[in-house]
């Protein structure tokens, strides 16, 4: 699976869009972006993946670079809720397993 | 209802005390996973069952036993408690759904069973 970096930390006014970023340049052509988030210590909550194109949910968007070597997570407004570390993860399907980096830890300001 | 649910929350033992988590999804998934995360943090994958057929173990020692009566259920069994072996486990389920656009894999995490050993 390919190396994820992402930022160590970043901070977020309430009500602005968060804009989370991950470097994935050595991924392959079969491997997934998933982002995962983890608030306080509970266990990792699934937000969203992609291949290729950029994807929308209910809770975030995800752009991908066309070269697929780097994505951004964006919460379009962030609550004091989406304080959390938010991780990156490039994973092809059947791995059976995720490998998880450091994460960014983002924190949204009143 | 909860998806994936471990027990117990919170388990405070001895050292060379022998110890079991459990996990259950009511997903309907077909695969199952251990992971550890520790005091920095860092979530690192144990252990994974695909149809109640271990398919991966990370190097873990041997005192760390998984069990999987069936495709529902995960246990963690832990011999001879070490010190070292304080963390938070956190148990995941997933299937894989192959699509003619976008596979999905999503592994969905339980609330973790936090270890102290003393």
Redesign the interface.
């Known amino acids: 699976d390919a190396k994820t970096t992402q930022p160590t930390s970043m901070d977020c006014a309430e009500g602005r869009a968060a804009n989370l970023p991950c470097n994935h340049s050595t991924i392959s052509g079969n491997e997934?972006v998933?982002w995962y988030r983890?608030i306080h210590?509970?266990?990792?909550?699934?937000i969203i993946?992609?291949?290729k194109n950029n994807e929308t949910n209910e809770m975030a968007s995800l752009i991908i670079t066309e070269d697929r070597k780097s994505s951004t997570l964006i919460l379009p407004h962030a609550t004091l809720r989406d304080t959390a570390?938010y991780?990156c993860i490039a994973?092809t399907?059947?791995?059976?397993?995720?490998?998880?980096g450091?994460g960014t830890r983002l924190k949204v300001l009143a | 209802d909860t998806a994936v649910s471990q027990t117990p929350k919170y388990l405070v033992t001895q050292m060379g005390n022998d110890k079991s988590i459990k996990c259950e999804q009511n997903l309907g998934h077909d695969t199952m996973y251990w992971y550890k995360q520790d005091s920095k943090k860092f979530l690192k994958i144990m252990f994974s069952y695909n149809n109640k057929e271990l398919i991966i173990n990370e190097t873990v020692p041997n005192r760390f036993s998984p069990k999987s009566p069936d495709k529902a259920h995960l246990n963690l069994h832990i011999n001879s408690l070490e010190l070292g072996d304080s963390a938070v486990y956190f148990c995941a389920s997933s299937h894989i759904t192959w699509g003619p656009n976008q596979d999905t894999d999503t592994q969905y995490f339980g609330p973790g069973t936090r270890l102290t050993v003393l």
Do not use: A
């Not at chain 1, 210590?41 to 699934?46: L, N």
């Not at chain 1, 399907?93 to 998880?100: A, E, N, R």
């Open positions: 997934y998933y983890q210590s509970q266990g990792p909550q699934y993946h992609g291949l570390v991780y994973t399907s059947g791995t059976y397993k995720y490998i998880f450091t």
